[in-house]
Structure formats: C-alpha cells, structure tokens
C-alpha cells in the first residue's frame, strides 16, 4: 500500500472533517448550496487556488496547475446538496436545517476533494491542469446538466474526467467500479386514469371505474419486466403512489386516479421499450373499461457508462493505493442513477465506489435513509484516490 498521501494528509484530517461536519450540520437542497458553495470557495481560495463561482448557478471549480509543462487537464468531480429527508441520527453535528439532511455523503465528497485540493496545491508535482468540479444539485435538481450549460467543459476543458461515491455496504479500504454501465438511466412516469366516477352502492353499473383499470395496469407493469425486457438485459419498474378518490367519502368510485413510478435500465433500446410499452398498456386497460389515460414518461439522467481507458486509471489508482485484492474493477451494475453521467456522455471518464464501512457505533445505515452518516475515517483513503488519479493521468512518468 502506497501511504506517502495518506501520511501527507493527516495532519488535515481533523481540519477536513470538521468541514464535513459543518456541511452535514447546514445541508442545502439542490440549486440552494449557497452556504455549501461560499465554503468550498473560501478554503480553496485560502489554499492559493485559482477559484471560480457561479457555475450552474451555485456551483464552484478551482485549478491547480502544476508545476511542470503539460498540456492534458482533467477534471475531478464531487457534489455538494442534501435531501429531503428529516434526519434521525441524534448526532451533535445533526442537521440544522429541519427536514433536509445528508443522506447520501455528498458532505464527505465535498471534504475528500477539498482534501485532495490542498494536498494538490501543496505539491504540485505534475505536468497540466486539474480543474475541482464542486456540482450542485446532484440529486434530481439538474446541477451536471446545469454546469454544461454554463459552459463548463469550454471554460474548463477537460481530457477526461472523474467521479467518486461512497457506498456504505462495501468495506471501508476497498474500492469498486466497472467498465460500461455502472449506473442506470432514471426516469420518471405518471398515468392519470379518468372515467365517470358514481356512487359505489347504489349505481356502480351506471359507471366507468377506474380503480380497477389501475389495478390492471400496476399488475400488467411488471409483465413489461418478464415478457417484454429480454432476460439478459435488466431493468426495474416501481409503483411509488397512488392517489384517488377520498377516504371521507369510500361509497363514491372516483372519477381520476393517478399513479406515479420510476423506470430504470442500461441500455437505450430498453429505456425505448420501457416507455413504450407504459403507454400501451395504460391506453389499452383504459379503454376496455371505457375510461381515458393520460400518460407522462420524463426522462432523467441517462445510464453511467464508464469509458474504458479512464476505468483503468481509476482501477490502477486504486490498486496502487491499497492493492489489486481490495479494488473490484467488475463490480455489479447498480440500479441507482447519478447524473455524473451527463458528464461521461460529454467527456470520457469513470466513476469510482470508495468503501464506507461502518461507524464508531458499527453501524453502516444505508444511502437515502434517516440515519446514515459518511464515515470521516475514509477521508484520507479518498483524498489518496483523488491524487492518484491526478498522478496517473498527469504524472510526469505518463508524461515521458
């Protein structure tokens, strides 16, 4: 194991955590990280880093050029926003803000890459540019698609660039990635069925019941995943509400009803087939009950596909840092969505997994859930990773 940038940010590891506390205990929606943002740009600014604010609205990049001639640059992202989710952890440095938390890490992304930010501006023993890509919004309010737009690879150019994510269910001291798609496409779809509606007791036969042409459709939904999706392609589709009629008033059949779910996939094709076969199935239940379906299909991030060279930089990275038995370069794809993948369709790059093990408590609550809380031991880890990116793409071994 390669521990030189471990020990070399070690005295800053008490620093980078009580900013990752600090961020855990005052987290911001998307598109709202004023805060977050103003902090990020503070330190960089007080490490001698060249900083630029506003990207996307409320995002941040720093540079740091090395010292040695080089025309490559890379990219290095992390995200800054919170969820909407009331946090339970009971923790001193608990959120402040009700009913907003950091339930994903984005805290302990923004302190790994400011970690590696001043570690990098400390030794800048590398030939061409590395740009810090502090993102807002990662979390479904556009911020990737936000920073693209504010020109972000034409104010910053980039050869490749890169991606970090903490995944509490692996160790702490491993990493995971895979080359192709890592993440899935997510999107979102809606169906409001109506019909006539009527009174329930009295003269159901006089009307048209939507209630059950959604209990069709929600059945038939997953016959698209069984029947329709070919087996070696995978693909999720989940009911997540359902809203109709009154509980005040249960002898009346409601007139609308509407359902809402999310959709996921890999590949272009199935996303297709996905959406298709929603609409399909929804017109054709609607109208052999003699109602009528309104079906919206929104699409999201598109599925994270890795690029194969800045895979193996990731991988070798790792491996160079704690050795080819901790580091799983074929790791499963993962059905979760990260708009990173935006960026990987506008440059090539990888995203990488960095174990987050358990807590102090020996815990390791999973993502999106009131207790979870990064692990501050795995900031060093993390900061070693981001540097050894750097080093691999930009070091002068790679430079001749």
Known sequence: MDRSVIDGVKPYHAELTAIRRDIHAHPEMGMEEVRTAALVAAKLREWGIEVTEGVGRTGVVGT????FAGQ???????DMDALAIPEATGLPYASRNPGV???????????????AARYLAEHRDFAGTVHLI?????????????????????RFPCD?????????????????TRTGPALAAAD?????????????????????DVTVVQAHFVLALQTIIGRNVPAVEAAVLSVGAIAGGSFDSPNVMPAELRLAGTARSYSRAVRDLLERRIRELATTFAQAHGCAAEVEYRRGVPALVNHEEQTAVAVAAAEALVGAEAVDANAAPVTGGEDFALMLEAKPGAFMFIGGGAGPDGRSPELHTPHFDFNDAIIPLGVAWWVGVVQQELGLQRQG
């Open 64 to 67: 740091v050029k090395g010292k």
């Open 72 to 78: 490559r640059a890379i990219g290095l992202r992390a």
């Open 101 to 115: 938390m950091h339930a994903c890490g984005h805290d302990g992304h923004t302190a790994m890459l400011l970690g």
């Open 134 to 154: 502090f993102q807002p919004a990662e979390e479904g309010r556009g911020g990737a698609r936000a920073m693209l737009a504010d020109g972000l690879f034409e």
């Open 160 to 176: 490749a660039v890169y991606g970090l994510h903490n995944k509490p269910n692996l160790p702490a001291g491993r990493f995971a």
């Open 188 to 208: 979102r779809w809606a169906v409001t069925f109506r019909g006539t509606g009527g009174h329930g007791g009295s003269t159901p036969h006089l009307a048209t």
